[in-house]
């Protein structure tokens, strides 16, 4: 009916709608700037870089290159690259089995102690 009306010459008022067939489902509020300043500070911890030369002296002791020691515990080099620079989450399964490949403690109060083999209790 639009067209035709077009066709005959007769005015047509057409308005558009604001964002009319376009995937927005919400719109942007002042509050965006302010609600992102918000969540920035909140972060994750990383390994400490005193964990960090704590992996790479042990690695270092056995003579192992990173891409060694994480065919050995099964990870990506660039893990233990990122676990070494203190760029890493801490993750325990993989804290947990660097300590058992490098005989040295990772976590709790002492960092870098020889790591006790004793019985598993069960």
């Avoid at 995937?23 to 990383?46: F, G, M, P, V, Y």
């Amino acid at each position: 009916a639009i067209l035709a009306a077009q066709r005959r010459g007769e005015d047509v008022e057409t308005s558009k709608k604001w964002a009319a067939g376009q995937n927005k489902q919400h719109s942007i509020t002042k509050n965006t700037a302010k609600l992102d300043r918000e969540t920035e500070e909140l972060h994750h911890d990383r390994v400490t870089l005193e964990v960090g030369k704590v992996i790479q002296q042990g690695r270092q002791g056995k003579g192992l290159t990173q891409k060694d020691l994480a065919t050995k515990i099964n990870e990506k080099p660039q893990v233990i690259a990122d676990y070494e620079c203190g760029r890493a989450i801490p993750n325990n399964q993989v804290l947990g089995k660097i300590e058992r490949a490098i005989g040295l403690k990772l976590r709790g109060k002492d960092v870098g102690k020889p790591l006790e083999t004793g019985p598993k209790g069960k």
